[in-house]
């Protein structure tokens, strides 16, 4: 295994979309930033230069952090910001993981411009699960926002309404072709009778996303850097955080297919209707005509979703075996919701708030995990509800005067106990899909559904053979998922949804892992250049 050096500055940059310049936070100046290249179990040494006004940490989403959590990047959560004109050095070991991950800011919403593709190759001389494509290319979904995202949230908080949307979706940070705007979104160059691996990222702040390519299937062979049973779909849905492979074969002779992301939201609430689009071009100089699709998903087309979400299955080869807990140690339960508090200084005098298990969650002073590793008291308790405090009608409204609680609540587990969590979206205002990830683990997704969860006949459809392995999923508006895990990494794990509108709302808790006995189970020392608060 190697050690792979990088540099990021932070900087801000001047950038041009939808006809009008901003300037944006930016690492090296880049647009998505830099793609990260390792392999499995090489270790990665990411020098972070703070050069702008803004606190800033990074986060390496999907990395496990075995002992490492000090370089996991959540502010407040594993570590402090890095402060304007700080550096630190962010030192992980990709210990047995392979694939496709991303890299964002993990502090307010700078996530917005700042992230970018981490790609693991299996270890030398080992091949892929699938034939060996001729090329492979990342696909970097996200937003563009013609306003500063820092004032769109800032100013939300303030009044305690909803925040405005995007303005464009991008692919490669181009929205496309844009009336009036001199912009011709990207293109991947193609040869004919190949195949192309593509390493499909969301990295937007809001929105799940469908994705296609005009005249083409793509099959399916990993997702959040796990590999998947192969299968053919010609629409792939995408969720913020989550990342997804495909092989793309070029079965046509000549000619300019579209590429399209558009939104996935089953609610009714104000998404960013508009498309992105890129495109995949046949050699020979590029045409103006392109092939475009024939239909793109509406916007809350949920059985589009479904079946794509029903169709993902682990491998489980003898290489790359599923290793799901069949014993559990503890079962949790939690809600999440949206719901509304009084705030005597918000224009309407209440605010938006979003909770697990009627808990709104609150950012400390100084990070989890510092106060968990020095045994730091005040800065949070490790009573996090287990269950929700009352099971009301999960698809109905919410009972009188359940407001929702706030706190820094953190549950606790000892460490190598398996743990099953079922997540089961409310609807206290609306039932909303929200995609959850958790940070330090994968877990397997052994059950979903619409509805309330039933404790009686729904674990008797569970899949515990070859479910599929992840970091985020999501959990459908007015249903359930079901997920499994082993707590064999100590530390401070933060668990959220990757809708960032939602976060900020407080749907977000984190587990505190005991550290185990043996000499390689134990959380290790902070490094000596860990930010301060
Ligand atoms: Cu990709 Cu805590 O986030």
């Known amino acids: 295994a190697r050690v792979r050096h990088y540099k990021f500055n932070v900087v801000m940059k001047n950038a041009t979309r939808l006809c009008s310049t901003k300037p944006i936070v930016t690492i090296n100046g880049n647009f998505p930033g830099p793609t990260i290249y390792a392999r499995e ?25 075995l002992r490492t959590g000090w370089a996991d990047g959540p502010a407040y959560i594993t570590q402090c910001p890095i402060q304007p004109g700080q550096v630190y050095v962010y030192n992980f070991t990709l210990t047995g993981q392979r694939g496709t991950l991303l890299w964002h800011a993990h502090i307010l919403w700078l996530r917005a411009t700042v992230y970018g593709a981490l790609v693991i190759m299996p270890k030398l001389g080992v091949p892929y699960p699938f034939p060996r494509p001729h090329m492979e290319q990342v696909i970097l979904l996200g937003e563009w926002w013609k306003s500063d995202t820092e004032a769109v949230i800032n100013e939300a908080l303030k009044s305690g309404l909803a925040p405005n949307v995007s303005d464009a979706h991008v692919i490669n940070g181009h929205p496309g072709p844009v009336q009036g705007c001199a912009s011709q979104g990207f293109n991947l160059q193609v040869e004919q009778g190949k195949t192309y691996l593509l390493r499909i990222i969301n990295a937007a702040l809001n929105e799940e996303l469908f994705f296609k390519i005009a005249g083409h299937q793509l099959t399916v062979v990993e997702v959040d850097a796990v590999y998947t049973k192969p299968f053919k779909t010609d629409t792939i849905v995408i969720a913020p955080g989550q990342t997804t492979n495909v092989l793309l074969t070029t079965n046509k002779a000549t000619g300019r297919y579209l590429v399209a992301a558009s939104p996935f939201m089953d609610a009714p609430i104000l998404v960013d209707n508009r498309t992105a689009q890129a495109t995949i071009h046949y050699s020979g100089t590029l045409s103006s005509t392109i092939t475009t699709l024939t239909s793109l ?105 359940f407001a929702t609680k706030t706190g820094t609540r953190l549950y606790r587990l000892p460490y190598n106990s398996t743990v099953e969590l079922v997540l089961q979206d409310t609807g206290m205002i609306a039932p909303e899909n929200h995609p959850i990830h958790l940070h330090g683990f994968n877990f397997f997704v052994v059950g979903r559904g619409i509805g309330n969860f039933n404790p009686k006949k729904d674990p008797k459809n ?72």
Not at 48 to 65: C, D, F, M, P, T
Not at 340 to 362: I, K
Not at 390 to 401: D, E, I, K, L, R
């Open 297 to 401: 998903p509406p916007k809350n087309a949920t059985p589009v979703a479904t079946k794509f979400t029903d169709s993902l299955r682990s491998l489980n080869s003898n290489t790359y075996p599923a290793k799901v807990p069949l014993k559990i140690d503890h079962s949790l339960f939690f809600t999440s919701s949206l719901g509304v508090n009084p705030c005597a200084t918000c224009v309407n005098g209440s605010r938006v708030v979003a909770d697990f298990n009627n808990v709104s969650f609150v950012m400390p002073k100084i990070s989890l995990l510092q106060a968990h590793f020095f045994n730091i008291s005040g800065v949070f308790t490790d009573d996090f509800p287990a269950k929700p405090p009352v099971m009301f009608n999960f698809t109905g409204t919410q009972p009188a005067n």
């Open 41 to 65: 179990d090489d270790t990665v040494l990411v020098k972070v230069v703070n050069h702008v006004k803004y606190n800033v940490s990074i986060h390496w989403h999907g990395v496990r952090q």
């Open 462 to 533: 569970f899949n515990l053979v070859d479910p599929v392995e992840r970091n985020t999923v999501g959990i459908p508006a007015g249903g359930w998922t079901i997920i499994r895990f082993r707590a064999d990494n100590p530390g401070v794990w933060f668990m959220h949804c990757h809708l960032e509108v939602h976060t900020t709302w407080g749907l977000k808790m984190a587990f505190v892992v005991d550290n185990g006995k043996g000499p390689n189970e134990s959380l290790l020392p902070p490094p000596s250049d860990l930010p301060k608060c």
